[in-house]
């Protein structure tokens, strides 16, 4: 596609409830990242994918948090048993090149908005 | 941990060049240096990226001196529209796979 695509672009859940998360990166980018904002703060990286395959995991919050990529395409973040400390905006990106060796730019979707009541 | 630092805000006024200045004193040989901007409700936008002295695009320009311990994002004339959130980013320190921004420089742009 044009562009990075998350979705659903908001997520109301319950306390306790499990979430997925979509990304559905540009075309032929085989890096993908997913990020964490809280109102008001900073990005927090979660994890990246070369690939289908995520090298580090270290960036999880905790071992409620998993992610997975197929067919070197989407990519799902996955929350289980979601605390109201998980409401924030995830965002995701994509690029031709991993990391910050590459000379290609990071394109990132809108985000999906989770809050947890 | 992120290895870059900038000021938490700026302000400026309309038609004004603007200078963002950020340090980044451990940046790896082979790291690039990437400025990000981002609106509220939005995901970060890439604006410019370089390696060493200057690059040039439709809306910035990119000083990195040649030690590339620094590097200053310069934004022309700016207008309201440019009121945003300004990242710098570099590898990390233990991994230029993973992208770490920092806490970014808030540009207010005054009418």
């Known amino acids: 596609g044009a562009g990075v695509s998350q979705s659903p672009s908001n997520k109301v859940t319950e306390k306790g409830k499990d979430v997925e998360l979509r990304c559905d990166p540009i075309?032929?980018?085989?890096?993908l990242y997913w990020y964490r904002q809280r109102l008001g703060q900073g990005l927090e990286f979660l994890i990246y994918?070369?690939?289908?395959?995520?090298?580090?995991k270290s960036g999880l919050p905790s071992d409620r948090f998993s992610a997975e990529r197929t067919g070197e395409s989407v990519s799902t973040l996955t929350i289980q048993r979601t605390q109201q400390e998980d409401s924030a905006v995830y965002l995701c990106?994509?690029?031709?090149?991993?990391?910050?060796?590459?000379?290609?730019?990071?394109?990132f979707g809108s985000g999906t908005r989770l809050t947890v009541v | 941990l992120a290895k870059t630092t900038q000021p938490i805000s700026m302000d400026s006024y309309e038609g004004q060049e603007v200078n963002i200045t950020c340090s980044h004193n451990?940046?790896?040989?082979?790291?690039?240096i990437t400025w990000y901007q981002q609106f509220p409700s939005q995901g970060p936008r890439f604006i410019i990226q370089?390696?060493?002295t200057k690059v040039t695009n439709e809306v910035a320009s990119l000083f990195i001196p040649a030690d590339r311990k620094s590097s200053t994002l310069s934004l022309p004339r700016v207008s309201l529209s440019d009121t945003a959130v300004y990242y710098c980013?570099?590898?990390?320190?233990?991994?230029?796979?993973?992208?770490?921004f920092g806490s970014g420089t808030r540009l207010l742009v005054r009418p």
């Open positions: 990106a994509s690029s031709l090149g991993l990391g910050t060796g590459s000379n290609y730019g990071y394109t």
């Open positions: 075309s032929g980018h085989t890096a």
């Open positions: 994918f070369q690939g289908n395959s995520a090298p580090d």
């Open positions: 451990n940046i790896a040989t082979n790291d690039y």
């Open positions: 370089g390696y060493k």
């Open positions: 980013l570099v590898g990390a320190s233990d991994s230029s796979y993973k992208l770490i």
